[in-house]
């Protein structure tokens, strides 16, 4: 007897996501997070028409009406990653559609678009307490990934503290080999200097792009051009997302942090920032210049009302570790995961 696809199920056509679906997106989203995302969805629908090779988007459709969809966009080199992935972003089902196969068929036609686009993994994240998106991804084949999803709130930082707060990682997560990646840990009197201005911490300029990928050069030791240049033109181009910042020594970019702001990824209601990417120049290592941006950065954040800062970190990159927790991050209730595809 043959087997029904994914594609299949239940008389649904997927399709990619157009204009005009907009409003039916949102509303479906609304029955499932209790409010309207509208400026969310617009922005991650414009991205998407206008940047087709980074971003994917699918709708489920079935008798003229959306009863699913599914978001997702290309990593270039997020948190440290050198590997290709698509993160998936949102995907929801109609409650009356849920448990019929659908949001396994929006899975399998993105996963059928991974492999067309070259990508070997899928990426999310959810909170452990999603006990429904849980078993949709057990049942899928989503792993546990080896990223630890680290956060911050705004308010509760540490990075303007005073030094001796500040050793909260434990001792085999503080003792790493000097030849490790350095993101500027703290010398003596660093948060002082802090309070007086010590560097010149400013947004993104668009003369910045090349010390960017420079200094970015020099902590990943890969040349990642093209994922900078997502970062710098997004910065450059929509604001209302990207809070980046450039961090200089006697006038010299020394370091760097790019953030955006998130109104929706993975469920989310409240917004959250993350943390895509910070760097510092090794010729400026222990300086406190990656505290300095974290604290700008920080407060930058506050008046914009984004209350929770959110980054990843591979679970063996222990200096970043370090430096997160020293600066008052701790371990996420959100998990990440991984589904190979290739």
């Known amino acids: 007897m043959a087997t ?19 409003q039916a997106v949102v509303a479906l ?30 709708s489920a459709e079935q008798d003229g009406r959306i009863v699913g969809f ?11 990653h050198a590997e290709p992935a698509l993160r998936l972003e949102t995907i929801a089902v109609a409650p009356g559609e849920q448990g019929q196969g659908v949001g396994r068929a929006l899975l399998s036609r993105l996963e059928d678009e991974a492999k067309r ?14 006990h429904t998106i849980m078993q949709f991804f057990d049942r899928a084949g989503f792993e546990f990934a080896h990223n630890l999803v680290l956060d911050c709130p705004t308010k509760l930082n540490r990075v303007t503290a005073h030094e001796r707060d500040n ?9 790493f080999s000097a030849t490790e990646v350095d993101y500027s840990a703290l010398a003596a009197n660093d948060f002082d200097a802090l ?29 990642r051009e093209d994922y900078i240049r997502e970062l710098f033109d997004e910065a450059m181009t929509d604001s209302a997302v990207r809070v980046s910042l450039v961090a200089c020594v006697d006038g010299i970019a020394a370091g760097f942090v790019m953030a955006r702001t998130d109104f929706g990824d993975y469920g989310r209601a409240q917004p959250v920032a993350v943390l895509d990417t910070i760097g510092v120049d090794p010729d400026y290592a222990h300086r406190g210049v990656g505290h300095a941006l974290l604290s700008q950065l920080f407060v930058n954040l506050a008046a914009l009302r984004v209350e929770r800062v959110e980054t990843m970190v591979t679970r063996e990159d222990f200096g970043l570790l370090g430096f997160f927790y020293d600066a008052g ?4 209730q959100r998990l990440s995961f991984d589904k190979r595809v290739a």
């Open 4 to 22: 029904r696809t994914p594609q299949q199920t239940a008389g649904i056509s997927l399709r990619r996501t157009k204009a005009e679906d907009m």
């Open 29 to 58: 989203d609304a029955t499932i997070v209790d409010r309207p995302r509208q400026f969310y969805f617009q922005r991650r629908l414009k991205a998407a028409l206008d940047q087709t090779e980074l971003h994917v988007q699918f």
């Open 70 to 80: 599914i978001k997702a966009r290309r990593l270039k080199g997020e948190f440290g």
């Open 117 to 130: 686009m070259g990508v070997a993994a899928i990426r999310t994240s959810a909170s452990w307490r999603e």
């Open 167 to 175: 050793i909260l990682a434990p001792a085999h997560v503080t003792g």
């Open 195 to 223: 309070a007086q201005d010590r560097f010149g911490v400013r947004a993104l300029e668009p003369g910045d792009f090349a010390d960017i990928v420079r200094i970015d050069q020099r902590v990943s030791g890969h040349r």
């Open 329 to 332: 991050f701790g371990q996420s």
